[in-house]
């Protein structure tokens, strides 16, 4: 503490982030400042401090910190850095969801409808998100049956296509096949949005009409899927929120805490319509229940798109977000703090949602901490390791008698699986099924980007776990000598009796099998297993399928390309029907029958 308390003299009086370090230099924390000077301090005072903080405190070793201009510079810094670093004690909303949209790109001549899970600045359409309160392959369903706009992505060009089975059932009105023209599609489309802009009253006009006069045609079916569409549509009227104005699109937001754990409840309204909610819990050590509520909202709309309003509690930092949406994000996003009105009754709303949710994780979130933390803190204790593992990574080899040689690398940190970091490899200079080889070749282009300056996209581990027993281990440790690595943990774990060799003692460890930190030793190696075995499947399936598809004259890399695409492997196409077959990028009805033919005969 003593490089702690020299540093405390030497903060600057301007706005920045800093960063938390423990014991073994892992980021623990990180926290922006209005100024660093005053808000580092307060950590190390001894005024009274909420229990999440005092933890966090506990574990602080040393503090860096950087300058910024202004302080939406330091929130957007912080919120990269906890990207980055993922540290312990910062909000991280590991339990969040990318919920669909409906995207339409109108700067395409004839656009498609489809639904996408990734928002992107590109000028296009997004309607959403969709969170369980409207499905959202309804309502594309219904864009389809009411104005045949087209849902599939085929190219329109110069040339026209055969026409698929949607235009002749009158759901697509063909545009890659030139039958309509493009002022006719624009109307089309128009009617659409206005439709996904939560305008129902003239689809269901239609619908009805549909649904009537397939019924006098006796068509009975059809007449069924209208009904059951219109049923949709009044449903979601009944979700409209009648004292609030159609026009406004809000997120409503709260925050509970018990002083340890904290929840957020998240409501979401388009149009006046409540379209559903989530709630995420958090683990954090913010100060103060503003600071955790901005760190929440700058968090989640770096994946989700912005609402024209936000509601929020009289606390929220609200002229501070709102220049954040402006300054980091391009958007005007009014922040309301609601305090009388339907708005405040749609914020107490949250606020219990956000209370329930919290008194029904606690004990998740205190399952969870033993599976994860407690189980590293666990695990360096009961195996003498030389540093909390924080950073742990697990290999595994997969392949079928040498051929398509794989691995996997699976990264775990506090115990959690961090997939964002997994890595794939296909081993380069190994002949024939040599695990140790692969193994070896896996792990030495892994370990020479320490120190470079791949490190940064690629950190030291603090613990390599290898799925094996005591050969496995000696073998892996022969690299880290030839490679001079000494401040890197190693262990392996036996499947057959589930125990664990160090390099430390000859004998295995034998940890009670209920144990949390065996069960997370176990969840990492299954995980590597899974990873690897996957890739490999995927691998060998493309490669099976280039091979065969090699032998049929007039599939050429192309139409092999776009079969493997359709179909993705052998038994798909030799299920599919030759009119099937034939829908495929550049597969006409004769190519369709002699790849049917030359299947059927060879294989």
């Known amino acids: 503490m003593d490089v702690v308390k020299e540093k405390l003299k030497m903060l600057p009086e301007n706005p920045g982030v800093y960063i938390m370090l423990d014991n073994y230099g892992n980021v623990i924390y990180v926290g922006k400042a209005r100024v660093l000077k005053n808000r580092v301090r307060q950590y190390f005072q001894n005024s009274p401090k909420p229990e999440k903080v005092m933890r966090m405190v506990e574990n602080v070793a040393d503090f860096n910190y950087i300058i910024t201009a202004t302080e939406i510079d330091a929130l957007a810094l912080e919120n990269n850095l906890i990207k980055k670093y993922k540290p312990k004690y910062n909000i991280l909303l590991k339990d969040d969801k990318t919920y669909p949209y409906i995207k339409v790109d109108l700067r395409e001549k004839y656009p498609n409808f489809y639904v996408t899970r990734k928002i992107k600045k590109d000028g296009c359409k997004y309607f959403g998100p969709f969170m369980g309160g409207i499905n959202y392959k309804d309502i594309l369903e219904t864009c389809q049956l009411l104005f045949c706009v087209r849902l599939c992505r085929t190219p329109v060009t110069a040339t026209p296509k055969r026409e698929c089975l949607n235009y002749h059932i009158q759901k697509c009105c063909a545009p890659c096949a030139h039958k309509i023209s493009e002022e006719e599609y624009a109307k089309r489309v128009r009617q659409a949005l206005n439709f996904l802009d939560g305008n129902y009253s003239k689809a269901s006009e239609i619908l009805n009409e549909k649904m009537l006069n397939a019924a006098e045609n006796e068509a009975f079916e059809l007449a069924i899927d209208y009904k059951n569409k219109l049923s949709m549509l009044s449903k979601l009227e009944a979700k409209r929120i009648t004292s609030i104005n159609k026009a406004i699109d809000a997120d409503i937001i709260a925050y509970a805490t018990n002083g340890l754990y904290s929840a957020v409840n998240l409501l979401v309204t388009r149009k006046g319509i409540m379209q559903g909610g989530a709630s995420f819990s958090l683990d954090d050590a913010h100060g103060t229940d503003a600071e955790a509520l901005t760190s929440f909202i700058t968090q989640y709309y770096s994946k989700h798109e912005p609402p024209v309003e936000i509601i929020a509690e009289e606390y929220c930092e609200k002229e501070f977000l709102e220049r954040f949406f402006k300054e980091k994000l391009g958007k005007s996003v009014v922040v309301t703090l609601a305090k009388q009105g339907t708005k405040a009754r749609l914020l107490d709303m949250a606020k219990e949602n956000a ?146 060799f160090t390099v430390g003692s000859s004998e295995p460890v034998k940890i009670p099998r209920t144990d949390y930190s065996l069960k997370m030793v176990q969840r990492i190696r299954d995980e590597a297993h899974r990873f690897a075995v996957t890739y490999f499947r995927n691998l060998h399936t493309k490669n099976s399928l280039k091979s065969v598809l090699d032998g049929i004259e007039g599939v050429g890399k192309q139409k092999r390309v776009a079969l493997m695409n359709r179909f993705s492997n052998i038994g798909k196409i030799m299920d599919a029907t030759e009119e099937e077959i034939a829908k495929t990028e550049g597969i006409g009805a004769n190519l369709a029958h002699r790849i049917k033919t030359y299947l059927n005969e060879n294989l």
């Open 355 to 500: 209370k329930d949710y919290l008194n029904k994780s606690v004990e998740r979130i205190r399952h969870k901490d033993d599976m994860t933390v407690n189980a590293c803190l666990r695990l360096k204790e009961q195996l003498s390791l030389g540093r909390y593992p924080r950073r742990a990574e697990c290999y595994d080899i997969s392949n079928v008698s040498g051929v398509d040689k794989v691995a996997s690398m699976v990264v775990f940190i506090d115990g959690e699986a961090d997939k964002t970091s997994y890595r794939r490899f296909r081993i380069k200079t190994v002949e024939g099924a040599d695990d140790f080889a692969s193994l070896k070749e896996v792990l030495l282009r892994r370990l020479s980007k320490l120190g470079g300056e791949e490190e940064e996209r690629f950190p030291k581990p603090d613990l390599i776990v290898i799925d094996g027993g005591k050969g496995q281990l000696s073998a892996v440790k022969q690299i880290f000598d030839g490679l001079g690595i000494t401040d890197i943990d190693l262990i392996s774990i036996a499947k057959q009796d589930e125990e664990i």
